[in-house]
């Protein structure tokens, strides 16, 4: 999906060394795949060695370093110096780009990391444009900066935090954070044990940790202007759908912004269509603002279908993912050009027998499409909680809804 939509370059974790431990991650001879398929389609592969290993783990790092060079791989994200110094060693053939996990935030910081041989590094996420700017201007010209435009947040220092750590015994560090900022808290008096008050007056308690999401498809142009080489959408643990509407979204925005053509609000509505909690511009703009009252996410449209191909009589061939029927109001999702509104109609089963609905997973059928789709193009729904009012206020996107 984020081939499809239009994604320069993918980032990625095999089953060792990546900050998202949780998450299925790619075995050996599916990173070897990865590598084939995007290299086919003009695309990189960047593989997370991000984690901060103890000396345990790290013994087992040279021979998995070793089958990322084998295997074609395009960059290794590193966040620690052993690691880095190890991925020059034992990955000869792949570019070092250094993790936001280690916290760059000055240009001495990023001129030493080239020295060592960094040829991109990911910067924290607590830098402001003109800070980034001054790194741009004080730093070497070949080395690039790739930064977080979209995604999730987090209320400690670019991921180092040990409240996972220390309440559940899981290493946020070591990719298996539990994201205890996301819990609801509440305050106790020594002398009233039992009794446990809301650090607030809202009845529907506190979230004293928990982050809204970044968005700056709003910003690209200054992103642009500050310096910024590369632009970096989270996409690990989030849902293809979710991977393939947001870097659509952004792959339009980015074209209009290097065009210098003004960004189409369609884009920013598309943002709005995925799984998200309330946004933020992050510390782009100074202080962020970032926290918001509840751990709710929020999606404007729900996939229908996906086109896996065309018919010989040139209608669309899909697979289900959430029940629709004839007469309702639905969107098609093209890398092509803005979503398209249509009725669906006419849904054929694989004998060409007349279906009513699709309410069966996967379920295979054929329908017209309101223009030509490629394989992996989306059918989808606009579910009814979201408005697409989108607006931005002192650097702040903030949205309206129903």
Request: glycine residues 8%; hydrophobic residues 40%; proline residues 5%.
């Amino acid at each position: 999906m984020a081939l499809h939509f239009g994604a320069d370059a993918v980032y990625l974790a095999g089953a060792q060394f990546g900050m998202r431990a949780g998450a299925e991650n790619f075995t050996p001879d599916g990173i070897r795949a990865a590598v084939q398929f995007a290299h086919a389609q003009g695309a990189a592969v960047h593989v997370t060695c991000n984690t901060l290993p103890r000396d345990d783990e790290m013994a087992q790092l040279p021979l998995y370093l070793e089958l990322l060079d084998d295997a074609g791989v395009d960059a290794i994200i590193a966040a620690d110096l052993g690691v880095i110094t190890l991925a020059k060693r034992y990955a000869p053939h792949v570019a070092l780009h250094v993790s936001t996990q280690f916290g760059v935030v000055n240009s001495a910081a990023a001129a030493a990391l080239h020295d060592l041989g960094a040829q991109r590094v990911v910067l924290a996420r607590e830098l402001s444009l003109a800070e980034i700017a001054a790194i741009r201007a004080h730093t070497p010209p070949e080395l690039e900066l790739e930064a977080f435009v979209h995604g999730a947040m987090c209320v400690s220092f670019s991921g180092r935090c040990l409240l996972s750590n220390y309440l559940t015994g899981r290493d946020a560090n070591r990719g298996r954070c539990a994201q205890p900022c996301r819990w609801k808290y509440g305050l106790t008096e020594f002398k009233r044990p039992g009794q446990v008050f809301d650090i607030t007056e809202d009845e529907r308690g506190t979230y004293i940790f928990n982050s809204r999401d970044m968005c700056m498809i709003d910003h690209l142009p200054e992103l642009l202007a500050a310096g910024i080489t590369s632009l970096k959408i989270e996409g690990r643990t989030k849902s293809a759908y979710y991977v393939g509407a947001v870097t659509n979204a952004y792959r339009h925005a980015l074209d209009d912004a290097i065009a210098g053509r003004p960004l189409d609000p369609v884009w920013q509505r598309e943002v709005l269509q995925i799984s998200h909690r309330p946004y933020s511009t992050g510390f782009y703009f100074g202080q962020p603002g970032q926290y918001t009252a509840n751990s709710a996410y929020f999606a404007g449209a729900e996939v229908c279908a996906v086109v896996e191909g065309t018919a010989p009589d040139g209608r669309a061939v899909l697979t289900q993912r959430n029940k629709f029927a004839v007469g309702d109001t639905l969107e098609l999702v093209t890398n092509t050009a803005a979503p398209v509104t249509f009725t669906a109609q006419d849904l054929r089963d694989e004998d060409f027998l007349p279906l009513e609905s699709v309410p069966h997973p996967m379920q295979r059928f054929t329908m017209p499409l309101p223009c030509k789709a490629a394989p992996l193009s989306l059918v989808r729904r606009k579910l009814p909680a979201e408005t697409v009012d989108i607006r931005l206020e002192c650097g702040k996107i903030e949205k309206s809804r129903t």
